[in-house]
């Protein structure tokens, strides 16, 4: 009984270990997100603590003056592609290739988002930050320390239109 009651607790230790480490990741990746939306002047960065909602939000940054989103040369109204992580939540739920293609549809949308913000804020042309862009979207941590790495204080100039 003794080996029993000392696994279950190892097995809790490493449990709240686990728990602790996700909470704390969760709190990093939001800030960052929070950082980059302020710096872009979104006015609802604290969407970046909301699950979904944070990549909504990401997306919304991604507008032009005309209100699109150019994704790999075409155009799509903003307000569409805002709404890119439904696709990728539905997607996960076809048989045998759903994970795949949730992987390919989170890397492509989530990297324009990273392409969009690298480009607007370190003003380079977006072709000089497509690669990173995508494997951001690939790698999410990527973005993260790129995002914390930005002086707080900076603020992105010109018209903004997404709000």
Known sequence: MEVFALL??????????????????????????????????????????????????????????????RIFGFELPNMVFSFWWIAWLAVGYIPNVGNFLGLVVRVICLGTCFIYIYSRVENKPESEVQALGYVSGLIPIVAIVKFLSYDKNLRVSGQQFYN
């Open 8 to 69: 279950t607790a190892m097995s809790m230790g490493v449990l709240l270990v686990c728990l602790a480490i996700a909470v704390a990741l969760y709190v990093v990746e939001a800030l960052a997100i929070m950082r980059v939306l302020t710096i872009l002047g979104y006015a609802n960065s604290w969407m970046a603590w909301i699950p979904l909602l944070n990549y909504f939000a990401l997306a919304r940054v991604t507008a032009d003056e005309n209100g699109n989103t």
